[in-house]
């Protein structure tokens, strides 16, 4: 059993680059969360450090993840860099003062986003709001891509409410070969989710830049795909809402675009409109806009109603300029598939809910495809 105790005591071997004290006598790291499993422990963790300092002291977070891992019984260690700090401390490693602005070199033109190995297209699946079925819509869209042919993955971004490992039927854990994380499988989709490392019923109380630091590990060391077989797409199920993970995601991912999922009320397109607008401010295409629980037929009598309205996600695509991929159903098959961890998709491939989903999947390719740089063509005269 591996206990606080002995992660404490491995990281105070970790010593700081000033050579004076260590990462525990300065109080720099936080409480570890420690889930057990039959195969060992997971460490999760973040270290405080000067907001300045933080990309130079990347080594630092390196050495504390390697001094957990070598610990018996831990098979992987989460360390993550945050930048909070008691009032009036001075950190040990103070940076210089600021040169004068007449001394500083002019300032370099915005870094292109790093690309993640071996995937071709990243989409994110986003709304403004929870509780519009946008999990549910990132997981029958990855599977409809799949049957169009494509090799694909889907990232479970949301850290505080993680749903990926419920919706796909997920059982276990991901397995680590060193420090890069292998993704299950499910349905023919690779997979990737916080859900999968932590027990279903533990809560992530984290902060803002821990939970951006897991991010960046799930996305950027997971093997999604190889040189010889690249990843064709990486569906991202984002968390809801326009916070600070879903900025990081767009600023600092190379995004090939997003779909936005709202239901047809008033209430969700003004949340929808946020999000819209967020994409638009960090020039993330817009792949269109996919309006859920858009209309409910009753199983029994064949009654139509529209309990959330009906139609006004089209009618803000419309407006947006922005193309409408399809209107999904309020209907208890989805729910209970979900449920289930057998998706529509897969569960009725031949069904209408599952045609559904498949039309918006292949309005999403036909926009990545029409996105990819083509080769020149060779005209002999």
Excluded at 79 to 97: C, D, H, W, Y
Excluded at 100 to 105: G, L, V
Excluded at 281 to 293: A, F, R, W
Aim: charged share 20%; net charge negative.
């Amino acid at each position: 059993m591996v206990t606080k105790t002995a992660i404490q005591s491995a990281l105070s071997k970790v010593v700081l680059p000033s050579g004076e004290g260590n990462i525990v006598s300065e109080g720099m790291v936080s409480e570890p969360f420690i889930t057990q499993s039959e195969k060992g422990a997971k460490v999760m963790f973040s270290l405080n450090v000067p907001a300045e300092m933080a990309e130079k002291l990347e080594p630092l977070r390196g050495a504390a993840q390697a001094a957990v891992e070598a610990l018996p019984g831990v098979v992987s260690a989460m360390v993550a860099l945050t930048a909070e700090r008691k009032a009036g401390s001075a950190p040990t490693m103070a940076p210089p003062p600021p040169k004068p602005a007449s001394a500083r070199a002019p300032e370099a033109a915005p870094r292109e986003k790093p690309a993640v190995a071996h995937v071709k297209h990243i989409i994110a699946v986003a709304s403004g709001k929870g509780g519009v079925g946008k999990s549910t819509t990132a997981v029958n869209l990855a599977l409809g891509l799949a049957a169009e042919g494509l090799s694909v993955g889907i990232l479970d971004a949301d850290i505080y409410g993680p749903s990926l490992p419920r919706l796909l039927g997920l059982k276990g854990k991901p397995e680590a070969n060193g420090r890069v994380l292998t993704p299950m499988q499910a349905h023919g989709v690779k997979a990737m989710s916080i859900g999968s490392l932590v027990e279903e019923d533990s809560p992530m109380i984290w902060r803002g830049p821990m939970v951006i630091s897991a991010l960046t590990q799930l996305l950027r060391e997971v093997a999604w795909g190889t040189e010889d077989e690249p990843l064709d797409v990486l569906v991202v199920d984002m968390p809801p809402g326009t916070g600070d993970a879903q900025l990081t995601m767009a600023q600092q991912v190379p995004l090939a675009g997003a779909v936005i999922v709202s239901t047809p009320q008033d209430l969700a397109l003004i949340d929808a409109r946020k999000g819209i607008n967020m994409f638009k401010k960090v020039s993330v295409p817009l792949l269109g806009i996919v309006e859920n629980m858009s209309t409910f037929i009753c199983p029994k009598c064949g009654e139509v109603s529209d309990i959330f309205g009906h139609g006004g996600a089209k009618a803000e695509a419309e407006k947006l300029g922005v193309p409408f991929l399809g209107a999904v159903p309020l209907h208890m098959d989805i729910r209970e598939k979900s449920d289930a961890g057998t998706p529509v998709v897969v569960d009725a491939p031949n069904g209408p809910h599952a045609a559904i989903y498949k039309q918006i999947a292949q309005g999403v390719a036909v926009q990545l495809d029409s996105a990819a740089p083509k080769a020149p063509s060779i005209v002999f005269e």
